[in-house]
T-cell receptor, first 113, second 114 residues
Framework: AQSVTQLDSQVPVFEEAPVELRCNYSSSVSVYLFWYVQYPNQGLQLLLKYLSGSTLVKGINGFEAEFNKSQTSFHLRKPSVHISDTAEYFCAVSEIGGNKLVFGAGTILRVKS | DAMVIQNPRYQVTQFGKPVTLSCSQTLNHNVMYWYQQKSSQAPKLLFHYYDKDFNNEADTPDNFQSRRPNTSFCFLDIRSPGLGDAAMYLC?????????????FGPGTRLLVL
């Protein structure tokens, strides 16, 4: 079975500063990895996903994440955040060939002016 | 715009009184999912439909049922809600099964049990 740990429940950051949201996973098999974002009063929206190939994945809104197999991590980064990036971010994992996403508990990103 | 719609956004029910949450989609996707998300916890998959085939997660309580009368609609029925069933319920769709397919989520229905 897979599991996901998002190490920070909340991350406050000033506008235009860089940010990293941490995600570690546990699995006995090879996995796919995902980041979803949930803006206030909206549903989850896919930011990016790693299925195979390059370990550096670029997503929407200037976000990127790097798959590190040895450290079982998939941290999300953005070099310069905006107020509009304030939201909750969820990391998720699934075994390759599976049909079930396992989510982390989420990290609330608060961008301050 | 194609989307996933959940009504109502907030639902209040009484302990033990059956309640139904609804989800509709204009994406014409084959797969529809229901997740439960309790406060400060991860969304947890309850079950999903691939077309008319129902797939229940092993740890989903029997109190939770689902119906999919057609491609566009899917319902979550809670037969006898308990206080522990208060949560946000998220509906999602994907074109095909398999997690490599992007899932599109609705805004959720927040259920309060009195």
């Amino acid at each position: 079975a897979q599991s996901v740990t998002q190490l920070d429940s909340q991350v406050p950051v000033f506008e235009e500063a860089p940010v990293e949201l941490r995600c570690n996973y546990s699995s006995s098999v090879s996995v796919y990895l995902f980041w979803y974002v949930q803006y206030p009063n909206q549903g989850l929206q896919l930011l990016l996903k790693y299925l195979s190939g390059s370990t550096l994945v670029k997503g929407i809104n200037g976000f990127e994440a790097e798959f590190n197999k040895s450290q079982t991590s998939f941290h999300l980064r953005k070099p310069s955040v905006h107020i509009s990036d304030t939201a909750e971010y969820f990391c998720a994992v699934s075994e390759i060939g599976g049909n079930k996403l396992v989510f982390g508990a989420g990290t609330i990103l608060r961008v301050k002016s | 715009d194609a989307m996933v719609i959940q009504n109502p956004r907030y639902q209040v029910t009484q302990f033990g009184k059956p309640v139904t949450l609804s989800c509709s989609q204009t994406l014409n996707h084959n797969v529809m999912y229901w997740y439960q998300q309790k406060s400060s916890q991860a969304p947890k998959l309850l079950f999903h439909y691939y077309d008319k085939d129902f797939n229940n997660e092993a740890d989903t309580p029997d109190n939770f049922q689902s119906r999919r009368p057609n491609t566009s609609f899917c319902f979550l029925d809670i037969r006898s809600p308990g206080l522990g069933d208060a949560a946000m319920y998220l509906c999602a769709t994907s074109r095909d099964p398999g997690v490599q397919e992007t899932q599109y989520f609705g805004p959720g229905t927040r259920l309060l049990v009195l």
